[in-house]
């Protein structure tokens, strides 16, 4: 145990199955197995278990439960009461936080009231806060003595204009902003001189992964079926390449709401005998180790994890050159191939150039793993110990410093 | 693995299906008559089209407004498979690693004109991954 260092990170919903939950996750695990005393503390609860594998020691705690059992009508005049005020609250919108703020629809007078009342209360320890409304919430509030900590998950240029506002004014309150890419760090240093920004990528869960076939004839992508992703220009551009290379498949993982459009144009582009919807997947690693490449065609990312996982099984991988991530990552034409953002021909061109040639992809692939290997865990966690420690350090100083000038 | 037609591409346009794929444990014998046969689940009626079979690949197809002449009430199956007359073989798609192709591979619905209205046929895998149409009013 580090005794004196709590670290809390709070989630807007640690029971959900997103990018930043599963990195968070895989932090928790790492410093509570490094003998850190951390709790999860999630702002809604939707669900009765956590989707991603969680230490038992990481303890979860919440603040708004949503689940239909907790909103069962209470017995008794004063809890009566105080459901009638919670439903009131639940209706009325958000003071603090902007409304281009892409969780906006999740928050609203209740949400708001426990989050503040919850980062108030603290008084030590470390609050890691992990998304735009959060951070507002904590800059403006947990002003009782804990130390704070500022997790951007998403690139700065992907914020609304209102929210990119809010992080000036509200950001250098924070003991450190984390920031997942080297564009990135150079833009919030810019943005907020004088606060500290740090870039630490997020970590793979594990570096252990069973290694792709390189003769396999299947491509694959991952994430939710959403307009970011980008699907719906992966899917025009397959279709240039299914004439030439009919022997190969396309599996997109991931469940999500353009699920039905997505269908649509592969029915439109006559590729359902190769272009296949997978839906959502308890077992991605497996279904990567069957692939011989991995694409990512989204508009905009953090950092995109799940195709760093797919380069740890030693998948090459072709992505759009889009902010941010994939550039951070990749080397064009060592470890993967990156094309012009939104270029469909430019992506079915890199896409048939792998496809054409299983030695190019076993090479990339063994490269593809190598450059995985600084985004392993015993790589990068490291760096969040290091900063809570100095954090800590520099606050206990200052801390004994104030006091003995009393 | 029980000998069956696996079913490589389904092919719904253009008012036809056509399947294509390879047989499994039975060699084609290209000399013998191979037909697609379509058996109706809810009755005895049956449908026959002829089949190239050369070794192991088969290839065939359904005009779909065929079917329009059987008397649909609500939603109606056929299960398909490969004869020479002395074997039937199921059509399914048994040999990839894909669990739950039910939900996976979707095919696309065609349209025809039938006596109760417009008759919608869709090719679907059943849950035991076997190839059969749905037929709906």
Not at chain 1, 1 to 6: D, F, W
Not at chain 1, 180 to 196: A, I, K, N, S, V
Not at chain 1, 331 to 352: C, E, F, K, R, S
Not at chain 2, 107 to 136: I, K, W
């Amino acid at each position: 145990m580090r005794p004196g260092i709590k670290i809390r990170y709070l989630l807007l919903h640690a029971y959900g199955r997103g990018g930043t939950i599963r990195t968070v996750m895989n932090q928790a695990n790492s410093l509570v197995a490094a003998g850190w005393d951390v709790e999860l503390v999630s702002v809604l609860r939707r669900r009765d278990e956590v989707q991603f594998p969680l230490d038992c020691r990481v303890t979860v705690s919440t603040l708004v439960d949503l689940r239909e059992r907790a909103l069962e009508p209470a017995r008794g005049l004063v809890a009566r009461l105080r459901d009638r005020r919670r439903t009131r609250q639940l209706e009325v919108p958000a003071r603090e936080i902007p409304r281009g703020e892409f969780g906006y629809r999740y928050f609203n007078r209740h949400v708001e009231d426990a989050v503040i009342a919850y980062v108030a209360s603290l008084r030590d320890g470390v609050l890691v806060t992990t998304r735009p409304a959060l951070n507002f919430l904590a800059a403006r509030h947990a002003t009782g003595g804990v130390i704070r900590v500022a997790q951007e998950h998403m690139n700065h240029g992907t914020h609304r204009v209102d929210v990119q506002r809010r992080i000036v004014e509200c950001y250098p309150e924070f003991d450190a902003v984390a920031v997942l890419t080297e564009r990135d760090r150079q833009d919030y240093e810019q943005l907020l001189p004088g606060t500290r920004v740090i870039r630490i990528p997020n970590a793979v869960h594990t570096l252990d992964q069973i290694p792709s076939r390189p003769e396999s004839k299947i491509a694959v992508a991952a994430g939710r079926l959403f307009p970011q992703k980008g699907f719906d220009l992966l899917i025009p551009a397959w279709a240039r390449l299914v004439e030439k290379y009919p022997d190969w498949q396309l599996r997109i993982y991931g469940s999500g709401e353009k699920k039905a459009e997505l269908r649509a144009l592969i029915e439109e582009h006559h590729l359902y005998n190769h272009v296949f919807l997978m839906g959502h997947t308890d077992r991605l690693d497996d279904e990567l180790a069957k692939a011989s490449f991995y694409v990512l065609s989204s508009r905009f990312e953090g950092l995109p994890m799940v195709m760093i996982e797919a380069m740890s099984h030693a998948l090459p991988v072709v992505a759009f050159d889009c902010p941010t991530g994939p550039a951070d990552v990749l080397t064009h034409g060592v470890d993967g191939l990156l094309v012009p953002a939104q270029d469909t021909d430019a992506l079915a061109d890199a896409m048939g150039r792998l496809m054409a040639d299983q030695e190019l992809r076993a090479e990339m692939g063994v490269a593809a793993l190598m450059t995985s290997a600084s985004y392993g865990p015993g790589s990068v966690h490291p760096r969040w110990e290091a900063l809570f420690t100095e954090l800590h350090e520099t606050r206990h100083r200052s801390g004994a410093a104030k006091g003995l000038h009393v | 693995m029980k000998p069956h037609a696996e079913i490589e591409q389904v092919w719904p346009r253009d008012g036809r299906i056509r399947i294509v794929g390879r047989l499994y444990g039975r060699r084609g014998d290209s000399g013998r008559d191979w037909r697609l046969l379509l058996v109706r689940r809810s009755s005895t009626q049956q449908l026959r089209y002829r089949a190239r079979v050369e070794d192991d690949r088969f290839e065939s197809e359904v005009p779909v407004a065929d079917l329009a002449a059987y008397d649909t009430d609500g939603i109606e199956q056929w299960d398909l498979h490969l004869t020479d007359g002395e074997v039937k073989l199921r059509a399914g798609r048994q040999l990839d690693d894909n669990r739950d192709k039910k939900k996976i591979m979707v095919y696309p619905a065609q349209r025809v004109p039938a006596a109760r209205g417009t008759l919608t046929v869709q090719p679907y895998y059943t849950v035991q991954d076997n190839l059969s149409l749905e037929c709906r009013v």
